[in-house]
Structure formats: C-alpha cells, structure tokens
Nanobody, 127 residues
Framework: EVQLVQSGGGLVQAGGSLRLSCAAS????????IGWFRQIPGKEREGVSC????????YYDDSVKGRFTISRDNAKNTIYLLMNNLRPEDTAVYSC????????????????????WGQGTQVTVSS
C-alpha cells in the first residue's frame, strides 16, 4: 500500500523560506512521478511542481518558478519542496500526491487524478 507522509510547513514572514518533505512508502522501484499541490479554501487546487523519481525531470508552475525547488532523495523515497522568497499569496495547504505511475510532468499532466495523497500541511506567509 502506498503511503505519503509529509513534514515541514508552518508560519514564515514574507521573503522567508520553508522546506516541505514528502516520504513515500510502498514502492520498491523509482518508476513513478510525484507532485506538490496547494489549495486555498474556496479555490481550486493548484499544481505547484512535480518530479519524476526515475530521472528527476521537473515541472514548475509559473507562479513559483525561480522561487521553489523540487528535489528527490531516491534512497529515502522522499521528495522535498524548498520554498524561497515566500509571498503572502503562497499561503495555502500544501499536499504531495502520486498515482504510482511514471509520466512526464507538464502544465497539462499535473492536473490528472491522483490515487495517493499526503496528509497536507499548512503554509502561512505573513506580510
């Protein structure tokens, strides 16, 4: 059974940094893609970034490009989202998700349905 366990998040002032982690279990291979998403109450969930665990191919939404960095540690089956230069509009609940399949991350494909989700973590950026 695939499980995703998140850590990190919290409260930070604008311009600050936070790092999120998402540890995946239930995999005995690297042939899957995993992503980070965020949601503000009352708004549609937004795909922030995703990465292929096999070859590290990455995608970033335009709203975070140049500020957020997604990375992976295959030995730990963990992905990270380093968020720099945070803005109040980055405030949201952040979640990682995967459908346990390998695919190329793009602006279109990140919107696909996912089978497995992390528990979500609040990121709050004060102005």
């Amino acid at each position: 059974e695939v499980q995703l366990v998140q850590s990190g998040g919290g409260l930070v002032q604008a311009g600050g940094s936070l790092r999120l982690s998402c540890a995946a279990s239930g995999f005995n291979h690297d042939d899957y893609t995993i992503g980070w998403f965020r949601q503000i109450p009352g708004k549609e969930r937004e795909g922030v970034s995703c990465i292929s665990m096999s070859d590290g191919v990455k995608y970033y939404d335009d709203s975070v490009k140049g500020r957020f960095t997604i990375s992976r540690d295959n030995a730990k089956n963990t992905i990270y989202l380093l968020m720099n230069n945070l803005r109040p509009e980055d405030t949201a609940v952040y979640s990682c998700a995967t459908d346990a399949a390998l695919w190329v991350c793009t602006k279109r494909t990140i919107k696909k349905p996912y089978d497995y989700w992390g528990q979500g973590t609040q990121v709050t950026v004060s102005s």
